[in-house]
């Protein structure tokens, strides 16, 4: 009998224990990190910005557009000439 309510014991705090594990974890999911939307929006843009989403793809469009422009500027120049 002794050890029967010994094992009842055991398990009980086994089960409580593992209870307030749980209800700790829970409580660490709705914890924010973060005291500021500043903090936040920094960490978030800093994240990101590693991830590479803010950079921007090179192109050669301002280039072309530049030498489409002068070649017209340069031909009408040269035709009112």
Same mark, same amino acid.
């Given at each position: ?5 010994t094992t ?6 086994? %089960?409580?224990?593992?209870? *307030?594990? #749980?209800? @700790?974890?829970? !409580? ?7 005291? %500021?939307?500043?903090?936040? *929006?920094? #960490?978030? @843009?800093?994240? !990101? ?33």
């Amino acid at each position: 009998m002794v050890a029967m309510d010994t094992t009842r014991s055991q398990n009980a705090h086994a %089960t409580l224990m593992s209870l *307030e594990a #749980a209800a @700790i974890s829970a !409580r660490g999911g709705f914890a924010c990190t973060f005291s %500021t939307a500043d903090e936040y *929006e920094t #960490a978030l @843009i800093t994240e !990101r910005r590693a991830q590479g989403r803010y950079d921007q793809p090179r192109s050669n469009r301002p280039v072309v557009i530049f030498v489409a422009c002068a070649l017209v500027l340069a031909g009408t120049v040269l035709l009112l000439s």
